[in-house]
Nanobody, 123 residues
Framework: QVQLVESGGGLVQAGGSLRLSCAGSGRTFSTYAMAWFRQAPGKEREFVAALSWGGGNPWYANSVKGRFTLSRDSAKSTMYLQMNSLEPEDTAVYYC????????????????WGQGTQVTVSS
């Protein structure tokens, strides 16, 4: 069983920055693809960024490309999402996910989920 715990959410003004963390149990990064998704009120969960289980370059949604950066510290079993130039449209609950997936952007393919962390961007 994989456990994922997100942290780092909060309230920030537009143009500001936040860094989210996702702490995973076990050999999370060497076994599973890892991803961030988000869900705004009244909207479906959407893909934000992901990293394949084999590593390589992260993959980003067009809406966050150039503003968000996904990284990981395998020694700490932790994945990070650095979010810069935040916009009110980025307001959502952000979820960390893990799974043996090939379609990195498809939320239903992921097996394990964290509880989510709220990000609110004020205008």
């Amino acid at each position: 069983q994989v456990q994922l715990v997100e942290s780092g959410g909060g309230l920030v003004q537009a143009g500001g920055s936040l860094r989210l963390s996702c702490a995973g149990s076990g050999r999370t990064f060497s076994t599973y693809a890892m991803a961030w998704f988000r869900q705004a009120p009244g909207k479906e969960r959407e893909f934000v960024a992901a990293l394949s289980w084999g590593g390589g370059n992260p993959w980003y949604a067009n809406s966050v490309k150039g503003r968000f950066t996904l990284s990981r510290d395998s020694a700490k079993s932790t994945m990070y999402l650095q979010m810069n130039s935040l916009e009110p449209e980025d307001t959502a609950v952000y979820y960390c996910a893990a799974g043996r997936v090939y379609r990195l952007g498809v939320s239903s393919d992921y097996t394990f989920w964290g509880q989510g962390t709220q990000v609110t961007v004020s205008s």
